[in-house]
């Protein structure tokens, strides 16, 4: 069986999977620790605002879904591992950049 992943960014899926859960974006913020505003402002994109990968991991566990349910904590560990071995970055360049 595959992974459980969603290609579609906190903000867009959020709304469904709280729904889903009979869940407020107050009541996840209450239980995660963290104000619901902030929750609230990267669910309807103001000012910019976008999940850091740590928070979308933090609010798939809190959802009871893998840490890496959401593409910004994926994208954030691909960060981590060429900010780890600069010869990733290269091998994957290499990878993406072919014709």
């Known amino acids: 069986m595959g992974k459980a992943w969603s290609n ?9 999977l709280l729904a889903e859960r009979g ?8 239980r995660m620790g963290i104000d619901h505003g902030h929750i609230s402002r990267i ?4 000012r ?6 740590d928070l979308a991991g933090r609010i798939a566990v ?6 890496d349910y959401f593409p910004e904590y994926r994208r954030a560990a691909v960060v981590a ?10 091998r994957l360049y290499h990878e993406i950049s072919r014709p």
């Open 8 to 16: 579609s960014p906190v903000a867009d899926e959020l709304p469904r």
């Open 62 to 67: 809190e959802l009871g879904l893998p840490a």
């Open 43 to 46: 669910v309807h994109q103001q």
């Open 81 to 90: 591992a060429i900010d780890q071995d600069p010869a990733l970055l290269d």
């Open 23 to 30: 869940l407020s974006v107050r009541e996840l913020g209450r």
């Open 48 to 53: 910019g605002k976008v999940a850091s990968g």
